[in-house]
């Protein structure tokens, strides 16, 4: 089974600087999606930014940005020049073809706070 | 457009209870999706749609739980006999691709 580990449960960051949020993921599959979803206090999960496993180039929206190391199975989140509205829990998530693409495993969250 | 609407967003429930939990999913959106989400916890899946097809319910964790999507838009989760472990989040999602879901708020259930 795929799992998901996001080992630091809580960052901090200041608001303009820049902040990088781990993920690790194990699967046998050789084609598979990471997402990573950022949950706010009110609890809808928004998509952040997506990456397909067979693209080498790391993707990017905006602010938001991943480094994907498929050997390694990490794909980090860097968010650069935080603002007070990127506070949230951030969500990593993994989907792969054994499912069809059709279900998410999620980590288990990190809680970013960021502060003036 | 409007998004993913889920109702009620809060229901509290006594032990033993039956529950039903609804999902409007954005028009036109193919797949459905169900999680749940313990607190402190992510989302977990539970079942998944494809129109009114219900072509994955392996997360369901009991017989206790049952979904359905009968004119394959809106869909319901059904808890029956709820115990305190149901306690939970319940996030339905939708999308015209696989996996790349629209959350709705959720639902949070309280079972007493």
């Known amino acids: 089974a795929q799992t998901v580990t996001q080992s630091q449960p809580e960052m901090s960051v200041q608001e303009a600087e820049t902040v990088t949020l781990s993920c690790t993921y194990d699967t046998s599959e050789s084609d598979y999606y990471l997402f990573w979803y950022k949950q706010p206090p009110s609890r809808q999960m928004i998509l952040v930014i997506r990456q397909e496993a067979y693209k080498q180039q790391n993707a990017t929206e905006n602010r938001f940005s991943v480094n994907f190391q498929k050997a390694a199975k990490s794909f980090s989140l860097k968010i650069s020049d935080s603002q007070l509205g990127d506070a949230a829990m951030y969500f990593c998530?993994?989907?792969?073809?054994?499912?069809?693409?059709?279900?998410?495993?999620f980590g288990k969250g990190t809680m970013l706070l960021v502060s003036p | 457009g409007a998004g993913v609407s889920q109702s009620p967003r809060y229901k509290v429930a006594k032990r033993g209870q039956d529950v039903a939990l609804r999902c409007d999913p954005i028009?036109?959106?193919?797949?459905l999706f169900w999680y749940q989400q313990a607190l402190g916890q992510g989302p977990e899946f539970l079942t998944y749609f494809q129109n009114e097809a219900q072509l994955d319910k392996s997360g369901l964790p009991s017989d206790r739980f049952f979904a359905e999507r009968p004119e394959g838009s809106v869909s319901t989760l059904k808890i029956q006999r709820t115990q305190q472990e149901d306690s939970a989040v319940y996030l339905c999602a939708s999308s015209l691709e696989l996996a790349l879901g629209n959350f709705g708020p959720g639902t949070r259930l309280t079972v007493l």
């Open positions: 028009s036109g959106h193919v797949s």
């Open positions: 998530a993994y989907s792969g073809m054994n499912s069809g693409y059709s279900t998410l495993t």
